[in-house]
Structures are given as structure tokens and as C-alpha cells.
């Protein structure tokens, strides 16, 4: 199967940045998206930001213009370089890819998040 490990959660101020890191790993055949996903208190889980195998990206009108998606160099790896944050982004942060294994077989993998918390 596949697995998916993130980091880089954390407290920091309004206006502060972060950079969330995933990394996947297991019977990977292939990749075909990577993205990221976050869910606050009593709200349900919305998608931030994806990529694709392509490079195309996509946002949340909310992380346009301060969120940046990015895949690494090291293979099956994607970043979320977050900027001026403001505590309303403040929610755990899921890494999630839509993989096909060394079974071909395909199917959507998560990781178990991290905690971003943006105080005012």
C-alpha cells in the first residue's frame, strides 16, 4: 500500500509562514495527483491546493495569492509553502495522493495530518 507522512505543522503568528512537507512512500507504481486538504474545528475537510502528475495547480480561492503547491525533486514528495497566514487557516492539514500501486491498482491515500494554528 501506500503510505504518506507529512510535516511541518505548528504555531505561529498572524502573518507568519509555513512550509508543510509530504512525503509518500510504499508500492508505488505511479502518481497521478498530490494535494493538500484541511479541516477546522466543527468544519468539514476542503481542499487547499493540488497538483498533478503535470505540474497543473489548482487552489481555494482562500489560498490563492499566499499558499504555493510544489512537488520536491526527491520523487513522490509536495510541499505547501504558506504565507502570510491568518487564523483562519488555523486546522490540521491532511496530505493526500491519488496513487496507482505496483498492482495497478488506483485509489486516494491520506496521511494523518498535521496542526497548523495561526494566532492573532
Known amino acids: 500500500q501506500v503510505q504518506l507522512v507529512e510535516s511541518g505543522g505548528g504555531l505561529v503568528q498572524a502573518g507568519g509562514s509555513l512550509r508543510l512537507s509530504c512525503a509518500a512512500s510504499?508500492?508505488?507504481?505511479?502518481?497521478?495527483?498530490m494535494g493538500w486538504y484541511r479541516q477546522a474545528p466543527g468544519r468539514q475537510r476542503e481542499l487547499v491546493a493540488g497538483?498533478?502528475?503535470?505540474?497543473?495547480?489548482n487552489y481555494a480561492d482562500s489560498a490563492k495569492g499566499r499558499f504555493t503547491i510544489s512537488r520536491g525533486n526527491v520523487e513522490n514528495t509536495v510541499y505547501l509553502q504558506m504565507n502570510n497566514l491568518k487564523p483562519e487557516d488555523t486546522a490540521v492539514y491532511y496530505c493526500?495522493?491519488?496513487?496507482?500501486?505496483?498492482?495497478?491498482?488506483?485509489?486516494?491515500?491520506w496521511g494523518k495530518g498535521t496542526l497548523v494554528t495561526v494566532s492573532s
Open positions: 493526500n495522493v491519488f496513487a496507482v500501486t505496483t498492482t495497478l491498482v488506483g485509489g486516494d491515500y
Open positions: 510504499g508500492s508505488i507504481f505511479r502518481i497521478d495527483a
Open positions: 497538483i498533478t502528475r503535470g505540474g497543473s495547480t
